[in-house]
């Protein structure tokens, strides 16, 4: 190997990324790092599946398809846990199917690093070929909630596939976590990490492609939208699987045209391939994808939106409150909203209990009451972690101590 840590800079490393592919917020936080890199004129690979490999022909990055893996979902969004159990072993071997696949890409690509975000294969993979490797993520294990409410969850002892999982992580030379440190860490109910890990995990702070002071279309988009004083926008960035995602679009849909008209609701249906044309209905505005949501979450009061943590993170780091409405079943987004409202940035309401009422008097309390405004303050005030900085920091040091050796 080169020893391109010596330059100062990462020129010549060739990084092999493999982002989880359900969803587009594995992609989407792998994506800033992997710019950052080519920028310095390194080499990279992304390797994924499902909504993810749709994102990455979007953002126009080198790429193969990796063999698929998932969950089952319902036809009203919901997890399906009876039907995702009993594929249970089925997912043992397509796991094994991806591991091969990626000991394959990997023999090819060669790279000096395979980042991970929330897939295991590709760190057995590295670990086979003895591939210096990072992981991402922002759930260590897994959480179940009770059937009537969430707010009250409880650990289950898997036993079996999850807890193997868990345990997997542990095989990476180092565990980067894109959030903030306690005591207000976001995803602290998703990361019971055991001790023996504790010295491999690094707290590195919210991973965004454009800052806060870099948003600078959010005066254009309230202008676009018309507000007068007294008149609030809200952002609505609906994303995820499309399964998940269209039951809560078809809801919310509803419920926004009968909201009082001082409220404009800005809805992106979250349509990877999708035009960026807003299609007005009187106060709400929807639009199948946004390219510049920067902008919007900068013009916002306030944002409503599943619970997934990278949305969340990225709505604290504007300095935004939210309205969480977790995918139903959705363990990891449960314990998401659960944390947010014990910090007081946030409140939930679950899918099944959303209604018309329930949503107004909530976003009446959220845009008149001053605490949420206060608490987003503080976290902010106290942690002014670059998450994409850091990453490119840790990378450079493990590419270093590996290749004195």
């Given at each position: 190997?080169?020893?391109?840590?010596?330059?100062?800079?990462?020129?010549?490393?060739?990084?092999?990324?493999?982002?989880?592919?359900?969803?587009?917020?594995?992609?989407?936080?792998?994506?800033?790092?992997?710019?950052?890199?080519?920028?310095?004129?390194?080499?990279?690979?992304?390797?994924?599946?499902?909504?993810?490999?749709?994102?990455?022909?979007?953002?126009?990055?080198?790429f193969v398809k990796s063999p698929s893996i998932g969950f089952s979902v319902d036809w009203t969004?919901?997890?399906?846990?009876?039907?995702?159990?009993?594929?249970?072993f089925i997912a043992i071997p397509k796991f094994l199917i991806q591991v091969n696949a990626e000991?394959?890409?990997?023999?090819?690509?060669?790279?000096?690093?395979?980042?991970?975000?929330?897939?295991?294969?590709?760190?057995?993979?590295?670990?086979?070929?003895?591939?210096?490797?990072?992981?991402?993520?922002?759930?260590?294990?897994?959480?179940?909630?009770?059937?009537?409410?969430?707010?009250?969850?409880?650990?289950?002892?898997?036993?079996?596939?999850?807890?193997?999982?868990?345990?997997g992580w542990g095989l990476s030379d180092l565990i980067l976590v894109p959030d903030f440190p306690?005591?207000?860490?976001?995803?602290?109910?998703?990361?019971?990490?055991?001790?023996?890990?504790?010295?491999?995990?690094?707290?590195?702070?919210?991973?965004?492609?454009?800052?806060?002071?870099?948003?600078?279309?959010?005066?254009?988009?309230?202008?676009?939208?018309?507000?007068?004083?007294?008149?609030?926008?809200?952002?609505?960035?609906?994303?995820?699987?499309?399964?998940?995602?269209?039951?809560?679009?078809?809801?919310?849909?509803?419920?926004?045209?009968?909201?009082?008209?001082?409220?404009?609701?800005?809805?992106?249906?979250?349509?990877?391939?999708?035009?960026?044309?807003?299609?007005?209905?009187?106060?709400?505005?929807?639009?199948?994808?946004?390219?510049?949501?920067?902008?919007?979450?900068?013009?916002?009061?306030?944002?409503?939106?599943?619970?997934?943590?990278?949305?969340?993170?990225?709505?604290?780091?504007?300095?935004?409150?939210?309205?969480?409405?977790?995918?139903?079943?959705?363990?990891?987004?449960?314990?998401?909203?659960?944390?947010?409202?014990?910090?007081?940035?946030?409140?939930?309401?679950?899918?099944?209990?959303?209604?018309?009422?329930?949503?107004?008097?909530?976003?009446?309390?959220?845009?008149?009451?001053?605490?949420?405004?206060?608490?987003?303050?503080?976290?902010?005030?106290?942690?002014?972690?670059?998450?994409?900085?850091?990453?490119?920091?840790?990378?450079?040091?493990?590419?270093?101590?590996?290749?004195?050796?």
């Amino acid at each position: 190997m080169v020893g391109v840590g010596s330059l100062g800079y990462l020129g010549g490393l060739k990084a092999y990324f493999s982002p989880c592919g359900i969803g587009y917020g594995h992609v989407g936080r792998c994506y800033p790092i992997a710019e950052r890199l080519l920028k310095e004129g390194a080499k990279v690979l992304f390797s994924t599946y499902r909504d993810g490999v749709d994102y990455v022909k979007k953002l126009g990055l080198p790429f193969v398809k990796s063999p698929s893996i998932g969950f089952s979902v319902d036809w009203t969004g919901r997890v399906d846990f009876k039907r995702t159990s009993t594929q249970t072993f089925i997912a043992i071997p397509k796991f094994l199917i991806q591991v091969n696949a990626e000991i394959a890409n990997l023999r090819a690509f060669r790279p000096d690093i395979v980042i991970s975000d929330s897939r295991l294969s590709s760190i057995v993979a590295a670990r086979f070929l003895d591939i210096p490797t990072i992981v991402i993520l922002n759930q260590f294990n897994s959480i179940v909630p009770r059937r009537k409410r969430f707010f009250n969850v409880s650990r289950i002892a898997d036993g079996g596939v999850l807890t193997l999982v868990g345990q997997g992580w542990g095989l990476s030379d180092l565990i980067l976590v894109p959030d903030f440190p306690p005591p207000y860490t976001i995803s602290l109910r998703n990361l019971r990490i055991p001790k023996r890990f504790a010295p491999y995990v690094k707290f590195i702070g919210t991973i965004l492609t454009t800052k806060p002071s870099e948003a600078n279309g959010w005066r254009r988009v309230r202008s676009e939208l018309g507000l007068k004083k007294n008149e609030y926008l809200i952002f609505a960035p609906i994303s995820g699987p499309r399964e998940e995602r269209l039951p809560l679009i078809a809801k919310l849909t509803r419920l926004f045209e009968d909201l009082p008209e001082k409220y404009h609701v800005v809805m992106s249906l979250g349509e990877v391939n999708g035009d960026s044309t807003p299609i007005r209905r009187g106060h709400l505005t929807v639009i199948p994808w946004i390219t510049n949501r920067f902008d919007y979450l900068k013009a916002c009061d306030l944002v409503i939106s599943k619970a997934g943590h990278g949305t969340i993170m990225e709505a604290v780091s504007f300095g935004k409150p939210q309205i969480l409405i977790p995918t139903l079943g959705h363990t990891e987004q449960y314990g998401n909203a659960c944390r947010t409202r014990e910090l007081g940035i946030a409140e939930a309401i679950d899918q099944d209990e959303l209604t018309g009422e329930k949503l107004l008097s909530t976003i009446e309390e959220m845009l008149t009451q001053e605490s949420y405004s206060a608490n987003l303050r503080k976290i902010r005030e106290e942690n002014r972690l670059d998450g994409v900085a850091n990453a490119l920091g840790e990378i450079r040091e493990l590419f270093d101590t590996k290749n004195r050796k």
